[in-house]
């Protein structure tokens, strides 16, 4: 947990990187367990909260770290209330084309191609943003920590 702690500071509301001389993550550290998130220079909603904690087998067996990620809840509250507004809207549009076969050819079509073009876009972003963030911070961890096994 030590080389956890050397690359943590703890969480600010606001940041401001004049000098450039800030830590990789922003959270808290304790003796077995951690919670932090990436410290970026960029903004990304969906960048992962990073939960760990640490294992001590008994015996001769290897330490073990549980690290866990996943959306923030103020985010993945959002989504879920953003994803139910798409899948109604595009519920209603497959009950207008099973009414009427015939509208998916007419002007009605996009009655169902817009909320299809906001869910795959939604997906997408939520996806490859989270997604990017977590692979940086799972290199991170595992070059900081030399570890063998990265099953996390």
Known sequence: MQKIAEVTEPYQATRFNFFGNQKAYQGSVSHRSFNFIRILGYRNSFAPLITGTLIEPDGD????????MRLRHLVFVFSCLWFSGV???????VIQI???????????SLSFAIPLGMLLFGYATVILSFNFESSKSRRFITELLQAKDTSF
């Open 98 to 108: 099973a009414n009427e076969p015939l509208a998916i050819i007419t002007k009605d």
């Open 61 to 68: 067996a290897k330490t073990k770290l549980i690290i866990t």
């Open 87 to 93: 899948f109604l809207f595009l519920g209603i549009a």
